[in-house]
């Protein structure tokens, strides 16, 4: 019953956004923390940003640090990552990953191209 589902992924521009959600039901979304990671074919998966609850503190990837924000809206069971400035060096698919359930969206292509 536990499930993440993310969105907003697609085909942008080098230099440009884009906003992804994940929305989680069958769990108390608030409880956990929330990550968003990352995996580009042939690479590992890669842990991009976190964000702790109720705290609020964040902590992000070098490589993506003063480009991407991650969010979090507990009434709407929501966790968004925006992304600006996007490089082609972050094209891979984004997961996001609740904490303590252990849990994996299906993931988000995300791919910058011009």
């Known amino acids: 019953q536990v499930q993440l589902v993310e969105s907003g992924g697609g085909l942008v521009q080098p230099g440009g956004s884009l906003r992804l959600a994940c929305i989680g039901s069958?769990?108390?979304?608030?409880?956990?923390?929330m990550s968003w990671y990352r995996q580009a074919p042939g690479k590992e998966r890669e842990l991009v940003a976190t964000?702790?609850?109720?705290?609020?503190?964040?902590n992000y990837a070098d490589s993506v640090k003063g480009r991407f924000t991650i969010s979090r809206d507990n009434p709407k069971n929501t966790v968004y990552l925006q992304m600006n400035s996007l490089k082609p060096e972050d094209t891979a698919v984004y997961y996001c990953?609740?904490?303590?359930?252990?849990?994996w969206g299906q993931g988000t292509q995300v791919t910058v191209s011009s």
């Open positions: 964000i702790t609850n109720p705290g609020g503190s964040t």
């Open positions: 069958g769990f108390t979304f608030s409880n956990y923390a």
């Open positions: 990953y609740a904490h303590y359930v252990k849990y």
